[in-house]
């Protein structure tokens, strides 16, 4: 038979971006340097809900070409936003596309959510879209990413050399790529 | 010396009036196409090559490649994703004409652009990348000092079989040193 359930989760499940309900609480996160760094290499800076509401509507509009797939992570008990998880920059004739999760608050870090999410959006990817393989990126500063994806499956495959400076040091991005027959044999 | 200037190539504006319609031939030779793109051959429009080369946005530097000898347009190349803050940029080049492959052009203008990327743009870093057994790609970049930075296995699809994307990369450190042993 079918997987019963895509969208819902142990801890967590998987619910559309909601910018009303959630740009308040999202701009809240952007006020937090380390999360924003440990994110992404773009450049940190703090958002309002309006600019988080346009940022969501940018996104959309990736979702309607199908070339990206966002969700909003929220606990089961509560219905609380802790995150979100997004597949994007998808390649349908090669069947490729990256991942990106994140938990805004410290305080729901290191619970098991993050490792909860990442196996809903493999399963997503690889059962529902049918993508061959995926890529992770992350700076090397970012340890816990790393261990975080590798755990999952995922291997080092390039190392971008000093592309990324902070604080005054240059540092590696690392790209991580994990192929649909690894997380099959894994699963 | 002009900066955009090299031994056998220089690098211009691309002319939409001109320039659409040899490109758009280029767009019809599908081995080209699969070695410069991505995305599935597709046979394009002169009117939409016209268009794209009008838009010219500023996020990207751009170039026709046009040899020294007789201006004749030949190639594409371009920083097509610079992050200003880390000062990388993602670079691309295709030589559409046939004729000149494998004739040391592309590593000219290749030259030409590393130049403008590293002493004018001052970034500290350029990327790039390509298919899986693309030998004279790979020469060219080695021999402009790009060094071998991994692979993303599997990454692209093409007749049947499953092929690796290769990364390169080159600092601004090491770019300068072989530009002064020149």
New interface residues.
Partial sequence: MLTDQLFEGQHIRFAPPDADRDAERVSKWTHDPEYLRLLS?D?AKPLSPGQIKKQYEELDKDAEKHNAFNFAVRLQEDDRLIGFARLYRI?W????GSVQIGLGDRNDRGKGYGTEVLHMLLRYAFDELNL??L?AMTVEYNTGAIRFFERAGF???????????RDGK?WDVL?L?L?CDEWKRAE | MDILTGRLTRLTAANPDTDAEIIARWSRDSHFWRLAHTDPAYPTLEQTIKRKLEERPIDRQGFAIRTLADDRLIGLIGLYTIFWPQREAFMGIQIGERDYWGRGYGTDALRVLLRNAFEELNLQRVSLSFLEGNERAKRSYENCGFRYEGRQRHAWAYDGRRWDELFMGLLRDEWLIIANDK
Avoid: D, S
């Avoid at chain 1, 004739?93 to 490729?96: A, D, P, R, V």
């Fill in positions: 290499a450049i390649e004739t090669h069947g490729t061959y393989r890529a291997n080092v495959e390039v190392r971008r050399r000093q592309a990324v400076q240059r790209m790529g192929l």
